[in-house]
């Protein structure tokens, strides 16, 4: 279909003779994408190979995921796949130029993306305050001694492997939520984006890890307000889809962490 | 390649491969949780069933099953490489650290 509309848009402007059909058969955005996702997915798997091989050459590795935390993550996973089906509905919609269900469905897919994002720091600050902590940064006196402080002493591996792959993830669900408040409100993103920053600011503890964590927010708003003020645009059917390809990548790489991180490590009482 | 009629018509796939997402992530936390199989393949079935959802996410919720055979092909055998030549770093060395009893 693209290639076709490429050709008729070529005979419409007299260059038919100039024109020469795409080697993928797909508009240079998707094939752009397409590589950008090809070399996140490189990033993804070597710092899951590094889980891995972390994994293997730790005797015993340690298994602190109880079922209140593999509950969760399952909370999660559903979350994250049920956000992949609302992003195609949304990729529907756009195609068939209906701006109303684009913008609901690419709602309900940031709703299950934050959704994610705040089951995933609530479980974060639980580990944190039971002890689960990187190499160099402080204990919470009241986790000095426990299960999981033991294992950050005895096993640094083990934070390091988590945190640093789950993180990466987070950011990567955080960047998406916040494209796809882009591309669904436009401008009016901005102050709402702004809004949630400086309530999380303020409402966070101090001594709680997002306290800091969420200024991400205020870098993406800083990005989202220079892409649209410096090149304003309406977002077409070909954007909601792009986007939609950077959501699935994010989904796609959770279904690799949750097995890995998660269900190698649980402890079964 | 892309057709728009053709995915419309056709929705209802997509809440298959949904409940099938679904419903492989429950037998991955059951198995998991009950510990049916030894650790070593446990991690085999896990990843197995990891790929199979993986390949449903991109052919189906990403459409590269309907992108042309070039660019399917392409995407699929180049990054594919790409872990294999990451599993040939990797892996033989944490298992000579294994059996060193490097700590």
């Known amino acids: 279909m693209a290639d076709a509309t490429l050709e008729h848009a070529a005979v419409q402007h007299d260059a038919s003779g100039a024109y020469e059909a795409p080697l993928f058969g797909a508009y240079s955005k998707k094939v752009g994408m397409w590589l950008f996702l090809a070399s996140d997915s490189l990033t993804f798997g070597a710092l899951l190979f590094a889980f891995s ?3 293997i050459y730790t005797v ?28 195609v509905l949304g990729v529907f919609a756009a195609q068939r130029g209906d701006r109303a269900w684009t913008r609901n469905w690419l709602l309900a897919t ?3 993306g934050t959704a994610f994002i705040v089951l995933h720091a609530m479980e974060w600050s639980k580990l944190i305050a039971q ?3 990187l190499p160099g940064f402080p204990q919470p006196a009241s986790a000095a001694t426990g299960e999981l402080a033991d294992i950050s002493k005895n096993v640094p591996q083990f934070p390091q ?3 640093g792959l789950t993180a990466m993830h987070m950011l990567h669900v955080t960047i998406g939520v916040i494209y796809l408040g882009v591309v669904a409100l436009r401008k009016w993103f ?8 400086i309530a999380g600011y303020f409402l966070i503890p101090a001594d709680n890890v997002f306290h800091y964590g969420i200024h991400a927010l205020l870098l993406g708003l800083i990005v989202a307000s220079v ?3 410096l090149k304003p645009k309406d977002y077409d059917s070909h954007d909601v889809e792009v986007s939609g390809l950077y959501w ?22 | 390649m892309h057709d728009v009629a053709t995915h419309d018509d056709s929705k209802g796939q997509y809440f298959w491969v949904w409940g099938g997402l679904l419903a492989l992530t429950a037998v991955e936390v059951v198995l998991a949780y009950r510990q049916v199989f030894q650790p070593l393949r446990m991690l085999q079935i896990l990843l197995v069933l990891s790929v199979i959802k993986s390949a449903l996410i991109i052919a189906y919720f990403m459409h590269l099953k309907f992108e042309r055979a070039l660019m399917r092909w392409l995407l699929v055998i180049s990054v594919s490489a790409c872990f294999v030549i990451m599993y040939f770093f990797f892996f033989p060395d944490a298992d000579r650290i294994l059996r060193l009893g490097v700590k």
């Not at chain 1, 298994?63 to 992949?84: D, K, Q, R, V, Y």
């Not at chain 1, 901005?190 to 920053?197: D, F």
């Not at chain 1, 699935?248 to 079964?268: C, R």
């Open chain 1, 161 to 163: 492997a988590f945190f």
């Open chain 1, 60 to 87: 015993p590795w340690p298994t602190p995921f109880h079922a209140e935390s593999i509950g969760n993550a399952t909370i999660m996973t559903a979350c994250l796949l049920s956000s992949s089906l609302t992003m």
């Open chain 1, 248 to 269: 699935h990548f994010v989904d796609l790489v959770w279904m690799f962490i949750f097995p890995l991180v998660y269900l190698m490590s649980t402890k079964v009482i």
């Open chain 1, 110 to 112: 940031m709703a299950f």
């Open chain 1, 131 to 133: 002890g689960l902590t």
């Open chain 1, 53 to 55: 091989y972390n994994r």
């Open chain 1, 190 to 197: 901005l102050p709402i984006l702004g809004a949630i920053w």
């Open chain 1, 227 to 229: 892409i649209l003020f």
